[in-house]
């Protein structure tokens, strides 16, 4: 596969890159350069962990103290 550099310095990737890495359009990558060589990957969206956030919930009764010893200590604490 090969890019094609455009006279206003816009790189254009070949449409079955973009499919295989799964990069939409719009998208936001991070470029560095090793010698004469290009990387670039996915820009991270933030915090990977705070999608999860909210979606669990303490059994009813417990303390998140209570909860984080019983996932340590399992029924020994």
């Known amino acids: 596969m090969t890019a094609t550099v455009q006279p206003n310095g816009v790189l254009v990737l070949p449409r079955e890159a973009?499919?295989?890495l799964g990069l939409k359009a719009g998208q936001t990558l991070e470029v560095q350069t090793e010698g004469e060589m290009i990387i670039a990957?996915?820009?991270s969206e933030g915090n990977p962990f705070e999608r999860?956030?909210?979606r669990g919930h303490?059994?009813?009764g417990t303390t998140g103290d209570d909860y984080l010893r019983y996932t340590r200590d399992g029924d020994r604490g």
């Open 18 to 20: 973009c499919e295989l």
């Open 41 to 43: 990957w996915k820009r």
């Open 52 to 54: 999860w956030r909210g």
């Open 58 to 60: 303490l059994p009813v």
